[in-house]
């Protein structure tokens, strides 16, 4: 292609993918299948490779992440970024309400907000491109994090409409509780430490080093205010609430007045209607949020409010008390992970808490432990926040008895009686006795047989830990010799049941490599990371092989990850198990799927030069499976000339002549 016509192809795929972005990211209204966007981004990404130079900074490609960030650079904010003042009664927003009538003429309208809990960002744009992404810090100067910021679908890269030329837009980056929630259960497929709550990790995401974690994450932004010097104050109409749903025409996910995230009133009643109405139904929101803000509307009026050092006199923040209980704490019990990962967990005296009866609290790890001083039959506070289990927050040591004893860390495995270990740097402590521990035993043959590797149907948790505790399976190969007498016999297990586990195991056999990878339980090979597995080597043989050189190379697979797979593959008894896998017939090779179609139908192809992902054969199979037909040279009848590198000059000059179409390989697979 011309480098004319690639500056308009990248143009037009560039739109189209921020049409889509767009869609199906601010307006959750999808047009396209993911399939058919992920044909557009890999085009648009190979005009890009091939045209550097036509290649924007903010093209629809950087959202895939993949720059390294050494160091954040420090910008100086252009606005200081400062922050509201707190109340936490409702006497103390009426007297604010009442400050502000006292000083202002009125009638004045109130702008409520939610107070959304994650990170402060600052976004500058200039004629409409994203430029500058910086982070709070310490209100006068943040870090730079573009290039983590461009790969949040929601935020515009291109803005569209009458935006102003210079200007920035503030905001909240979260971590919607959908995508948290699915965040963790990887953490916990992959055997790593779990996030504590969304807004610390939101927080921890965004200074992450590599932007392509962060694109995987599914961070989201809501916008709540816009600065510049020479903002067109018409165009905005003077006022905030007015001016934040307009950012919505220029691209922005803005509040939806509609679902009363954003509510306009000129009355103290509707304030209260508005903290009322979310510290009520606050649950039922996709994203957590720790309070309601209030904001006067006119700019003029702001301005004649000012501020105080710290924070504007036309804001206030209203913080939801979060429901904390006192309960008593009975016990401490370990539980031990597929991985050998120790987790604490305290034994409560039930307690109400948010609806639900509450018995049970998170204690993370040691330091936890230690940092809130806990002694057994404490009365301590427990608060519920983003997630599933309840929290310990802090003990109230005026009622700790005389003589309690102090809640002292295990040294040794709660089940086999090992001693633990802890690695430096991390906060779990760890059993290593991996082959014989129970619970890693049971842990690793569950995740096996779980939904998204072999999801083997009819066996639970529980029959796996009856069937380890009879010594019938050790490991997820043992599984495969079990007979049907042997399934029967286990308590409460009727003929039928027996039965369907056989059926499951003998279906198991047709799952793909990659989730039979992913069954193998190696330590960071989550999902993901077992399908880039599998499409780069192909086979369990060529994987097995594979260097700590060839690993790196592979997308998304770090030094960490690559370590963990060599030494999973040096283990002898790894590859025992795996020998007898394969004998029980699972697969551990990809299979191919066969394309075939006729969308081809009468097209003359002349395929030429060397592929990267095919062989010249394969692909004219390709071609002839897809109703078209493979000519050997180059004339008026040729449709298109497949080229791959080294294609012959010759034929290169004769399609140019003829006006020939030449495509790539990824063009091709595009067009089937
Ligand atoms: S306005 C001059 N509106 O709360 C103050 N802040 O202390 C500008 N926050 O970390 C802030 N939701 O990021 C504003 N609807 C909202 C907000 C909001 C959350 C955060 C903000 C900052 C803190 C303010």
């Known amino acids: 292609m011309e480098k004319v016509q690639a500056k308009l192809e990248i143009e037009r795929l560039s739109n189209e993918l921020n049409v889509h972005n767009h869609a199906y990211y601010v307006e959750n209204d999808s047009k396209i299948s993911d399939f058919d966007f992920d044909q557009l981004l890999l085009k648009l990404q190979k005009l890009e490779e091939q045209f550097p130079e036509l290649a924007d900074e903010n093209s629809p490609t950087k959202r895939v992440g993949g720059d390294i960030t050494k160091k954040f650079k420090t910008i100086i904010h252009r606005f200081p970024m400062l922050s509201l003042s707190n109340s936490y009664s ?13 000083s202002i003429e009125t009638p004045i309208e109130y702008v409520c907000e939610l107070k959304y809990d994650g990170v ?15 982070t709070r810090g310490d209100g006068t100067q943040g870090e730079d994090v573009t290039t983590n910021v461009k790969t949040i679908k929601s935020i515009p890269l291109q803005l569209k409409g009458d935006f102003p030329f210079d200007f920035e837009i503030r905001g909240e980056i979260f ?11 990887e953490r916990k497929l992959n055997g790593e430490q779990e996030f504590a709550n969304p807004r610390n990790s939101a927080s921890g995401t965004l200074k992450s080093q590599d932007s392509k974690v962060v694109a995987t994450r599914g961070l989201d932004c809501f916008l709540y205010g816009i600065y510049g010097e020479d903002l067109d104050r018409k165009n905005l109409t003077f006022a905030h609430y007015e001016a934040v749903l307009k950012a919505k025409d220029w691209g922005f996910k803005t509040p939806n007045p509609k679902l009363n995230y954003i509510h306009k009133t000129s009355t103290i009643e509707g304030i209260m209607d508005f903290i009322n109405y979310w510290d009520e139904k606050r649950a039922t929101l996709p994203f957590e949020i720790d309070g309601v803000v209030l904001k006067v509307n006119s700019y003029d009026m702001q301005q004649e409010l000012g501020f105080t050092a710290k924070s504007p006199r036309w804001a206030i923040a209203y913080k939801f008390k979060t429901e904390r209980v006192e309960t008593i704490l009975e016990s401490v019990v370990y539980q031990v992970g597929r991985t050998g990962a120790i987790t604490p967990v305290a034994n409560l005296k039930s307690v109400s808490l948010g609806g639900t009866t509450v018995k049970r609290a998170s204690l993370h790890n040691a330091d936890q432990i230690e940092k809130l001083n806990l002694h057994y039959f404490d009365t301590v506070y427990v608060e519920k926040g983003g997630e599933i289990i309840p929290k310990i927050v802090g003990v109230n040591e005026n009622l700790r008895k005389i003589n309690a004893e102090k809640v002292k860390y295990i040294l040794t495995c709660p089940i086999c009686n090992s001693d633990l270990t802890r690695k430096e740097g991390e906060s779990n402590h760890f059993c290593p006795n991996e082959k014989f521990c129970k619970p890693q035993i049971s842990g690793r043959i569950e995740h096996f047989i779980s939904r998204k590797a072999l999801n083997i149907d009819g066996i639970g948790a529980e029959t796996i830990d009856l069937m380890v505790s009879k010594s019938l399976i050790k490991d997820p190969a043992d599984l495969y010799d079990l007979t049907f007498d042997q399934i029967v016999n286990l308590e409460r297990m009727a003929d039928k049941s027996a039965n369907n586990i056989l059926i499951g195991l003998r279906e198991s056999t047709k799952i793909p490599f990659e989730r039979v990878l992913f069954g193998m339980g190696i330590r960071f090979v ?14 369990i043989e060529k994987l097995t092989a594979a260097s700590y050189a060839d690993l790196i190379l592979i997308d998304e697979i770090g030094e960490k990850i690559a370590i963990s797979v060599i030494n999973f593959f040096l283990d002898s008894e790894n590859k025992k198990i795996i020998e007898r896998l394969k ?24 395929v030429s030069g060397v592929f990267t992902k095919f062989t010249r054969d394969e692909i004219k199979k390709m071609i002839e499976d897809n109703g078209g037909k493979n000519v050997s ?4 009848k040729t449709d298109y000339v497949l080229a791959g590198e080294n294609m012959g000059p010759a034929k290169l000059v004769k399609a140019t002549k003829l006006s020939i179409p030449i495509i790539s390989e990824v063009d091709f697979l595009s067009m089937i």
């Open 90 to 102: 409702k006497e103390e927003i009426i007297e604010w309400e009442n400050r502000i009538k006292k």
């Open 120 to 134: 402060a960002i600052g976004i500058s744009y200039k004629n409409g491109k994203l430029d500058k992404a910086v």
């Open 175 to 185: 971590f919607p509780l959908e995508s948290f929630k699915k965040a963790n259960e």
């Open 526 to 539: 989550g999902e993901t990371v077992a399908k880039q597995l599998a499409k780069a080597f192909k086979s």
């Open 583 to 606: 004998k029980a017939g699972l697969q551990f090779e990809i299979i191919e799927k066969e394309i075939s179609s006729n969308v081809l139908d009468g097209k003359n192809f002349v």
């Open 633 to 636: 040279s180059i004339s008026a």
